[in-house]
């Protein structure tokens, strides 16, 4: 079955970086627009950021500047490089894909922003 698995989440400080990445299994990724969303406890999941087959990108109002979303075809690899992360950052960050709604998600992948 479709898998996505999403990496490269951990704890950084205040400003700091990070890059996930969502690798995905029987899914081609050039086929299916795909999305990053974020869960902080206690909190309903939100958007981040998306990145269309038709090459488009869409950001939070809260990532713009800040967070990158890309792609890597011949890895059948999507990223989300994060800058300047803060606090309020602190999440199970989930990847998505879909063709219409996002029908495959990820387990997701911690990140934790010490202040």
């Known amino acids: 079955q479709v898998q996505l698995v999403e990496s490269g989440g951990g704890l950084v400080q205040a400003g700091g970086s990070l890059r996930l990445s969502c690798a995905a299994s029987?899914?081609?990724?050039?086929?299916?627009?795909v999305g990053w969303f974020r869960q902080a406890p206690g909190k309903e999941r939100e958007f981040v950021a998306s990145?269309?087959?038709?090459?488009?990108?869409y950001y939070a109002d809260s990532m713009k500047g800040r967070f990158t979303i890309s792609r890597d075809n011949t890895k059948n690899t999507v990223y989300l490089q994060m800058n300047s992360l803060k606090p309020e950052d602190t999440a199970v960050y989930y990847c998505?894909?879909?063709?219409?709604?996002?029908?495959?998600w990820g387990q997701g992948t911690q990140v934790t922003v010490s202040s």
């Open positions: 998505a894909a879909g063709q219409n709604t996002y029908s495959y």
């Open positions: 029987r899914l081609t990724f050039s086929n299916y627009d």
């Open positions: 990145s269309w087959r038709s090459g488009r990108t």
